[in-house]
Structures are given as structure tokens and as C-alpha cells.
């Protein structure tokens, strides 16, 4: 079994910051491309940033600049920090990880359970 945990979601003021986190545990073997994604009521849910196993980056055009993606391999946690927050950044955020499964070297694919991030005054 493996877990996605978040946190780091909350209330914050535009112009604020969050930092969020998300950790992998379980029979993993190895962590692949991780992602952070958000969903903001009535609408699909959208890739904002990605981080391969090597640490490139990408980023969506609506947050490049004001987000950064990074992941720290020996915790199994990628983060996304959120710089410069605007109202239209509301949304539950969610982590995706691409992993080998320790138990028969499967490629598995993970969602976190989502944290909420609202940016009002």
C-alpha cells in the first residue's frame, strides 16, 4: 500500500505565500515524475507544476514565476511553494506521483487526497 499525505493548505490574504507538501509512503521503489494539480469548483482539474526524477521542471502558464515545484528524494515529498497568491488561485490542490512499487516493480500512478487553498481578504 502506498499513502500520498498533504499539507500546507489554508487560508492566506493575496500577495500572500503557502508552502505545500506532499509525502509518498509505503512499498515504493522508486518515485518518478511528481505533479501538483488543482481543481476550483466547476472546472477540470489542471496540471500546474511537474518535476521529473532528475529535477526538471514545468509549469503552467497561469503560475509560472509565482510557484515553484521541488522535491526532497530522501523524505519521498515533493512540494509546491505558492508565491504572490491571487483570489483566481483558489482550489483544492492535489499531488500525482509516478512510482515503482517495491512489491513486483509495477509502474503505479497516485493521487493525494487534496488540500484547500482559498486566497481572500
Known amino acids: 500500500q502506498v499513502q500520498l499525505v498533504e499539507s500546507g493548505g489554508g487560508l492566506v490574504q493575496p500577495g500572500g505565500s503557502l508552502r505545500l507538501s506532499c509525502a509518498a509512503s509505503g512499498s515504493i521503489f522508486k518515485l518518478n515524475a511528481m505533479g501538483w494539480y488543482r481543481q476550483a469548483p466547476g472546472k477540470e482539474r489542471e496540471l500546474l507544476a511537474a518535476?521529473?526524477?532528475?529535477?526538471?521542471?514545468n509549469y503552467a502558464d497561469s503560475v509560472k514565476g509565482r510557484f515553484r515545484i521541488s522535491r526532497d528524494n530522501a523524505k519521498n515529498t515533493v512540494y509546491l511553494q505558492m508565491n504572490s497568491l491571487k483570489p483566481e488561485d483558489t482550489a483544492v490542490y492535489y499531488c500525482?506521483?509516478?512510482?515503482?512499487?517495491?512489491?513486483?516493480?509495477?509502474?503505479?500512478?497516485?493521487w493525494g487526497q487534496g488540500t484547500q487553498v482559498t486566497v481572500s481578504s
Open positions: 518535476i521529473t526524477s532528475g529535477g526538471s521542471t
Open positions: 500525482n506521483v509516478d512510482f515503482v512499487t517495491a512489491w513486483g516493480l509495477r509502474d503505479e500512478n497516485h
